[in-house]
């Protein structure tokens, strides 16, 4: 018996048996989520993430170093007139024990995936990403062994890179933009035996960003009461609640569920608009016009998301009312300055993303949603680009296959005989 089952929280009903399963077999639209086996959180003696295997949906590891790690701030808190900030930070700083190498918390992510696709999947992960995604997917195939496909703009393709060789990755650059990427890999899933990742639907990729909040209870002893994370499709955020949830409900953690504080990058902010509206659906003309001019006018690109799972049910609408939370809309100006804020006070250098919400963060202790005094845990979700760059080779992957926008059926042939060669 696996440790943990599914559960759907639209029709209540388990689903015993994980077949790498994305929805509801009784046609739900909610994301379905883990029920651990274990109600207590035991951490185990590995390196990185599986420490916290017992609520990954998981049974085997692997030895990686990559993990949350959360301390307790000394200068930004000065800074910013706290008392009680710390800083769960998922990048590369050794000297802080970070060992993600391709900085940022999608490796949180994509290192549960991977194990969780093994062991309950068949078929060849597929992903697309213009960024960070892609970039931690092309690593974790390197050092696990697990083949994935990984779609990307050919625009992104220079920022995927690995630390390691690898002939685990099947690159497939595409002449357009991330939506494109996203149709392509889309089309490509039609074929049996290519598998959709599965985003915020993926169990695995949601319990992983989740460490982050598991590592910094055990790290203060008690919950936060405050939780601060820039958001694109806001999976961090659902992932942080639903966690905070199970702590609860190991009891010795706390009660209350962490509120949550989250940020877009103005001038594309959906989700912020349609919370501040009281709405649990984007409308796109109100929240997203010239969507994408405002996407290209961002200074964290990874934050836009034109389909978040927003209004769906046990998605960010639904965190957000659970947590009495709230959302922020940071100009870039804010955002580079927090960023450089951050840089000088803490020694490390932000991704643009968790400059986002540095300046959310600084504005909510300026404006009062935020006691100085509170505990509150800052997900700095990426950073130690330059500290990586000094110790690890960056072999930039080499794409296998080149394609036009909307021409992604006419390689299935290409990409199931590369899949035949390594899976
Ligand atoms: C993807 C990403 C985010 C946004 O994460 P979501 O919770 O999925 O919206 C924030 N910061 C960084 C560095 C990211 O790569
Ligand atoms: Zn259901």
Known sequence: MR????????????????????????????????????????????PGIFRFADWLPVEGTIASPAGPVTFRSEALSRDLGMKNLWIGFSGYWPERGARIVTCSFKELEALPTAVRMRETGSGT????????????????????????????????????????????????????????AIAAANELCTSPGLVPEGGAKNVARRDGMGTVMLDAAVAIGRMPEHYVQAVGSGTGGIAAWEASMR???????????????????????????????????????????DAGASIAAVYSDVLTNRNPPYGVRGGVFDALSATRGAMYAVKNREAREAGKQFAEAEEIDPDPAAAVAVAALA?????????????????????????????????????????????AAGIVPDVLSWVKRHA
């Not at 994935?148 to 920022?159: E, H, L, M, N, T």
């Open 3 to 46: 440790p943990y089952t599914l559960r759907c929280p639209d029709c209540g009903q388990k689903i015993e048996e994980d077949r790498y399963t994305l929805a509801c077999p009784h046609g739900c639209s909610a994301l379905i989520r883990a029920v651990y086996r274990k109600r207590t959180l035991d951490l185990r003696n590995e």
């Open 125 to 180: 992960l597929v992903v697309a990403s213009a960024g960070n995604t892609g970039r931690a997917f092309c690593q974790t195939a390197a050092v696990t062994g697990v083949p994935v496909v990984v779609v990307a703009p050919s625009a992104a393709a220079k920022r995927l890179w690995t630390t390691e060789e690898t002939e685990n990755v099947c690159l497939i650059t595409v002449d357009g933009d991330y939506s494109d």
């Open 247 to 289: 702590l609860i409900g190991d009891g010795r953690y706390g009660g209350v569920l962490p509120r949550l504080h989250l940020a877009q990058n103005a001038p594309f902010v959906p989700m912020v608009g349609a919370w501040q509206a009281g709405r649990r659906e984007i409308v796109p003309e109100i929240d997203m016009p």
């Open 363 to 407: 504005r909510a202790v300026e404006t009062g949603a935020i006691d100085p005094d509170a505990a509150v845990l800052l997900n700095v979700t990426g950073g130690g680009y330059l500290r990586a760059a000094e110790d690890h080779d960056q072999i930039v992957v080499e794409p296998a296959l080149r394609i036009a926008t909307g021409a």
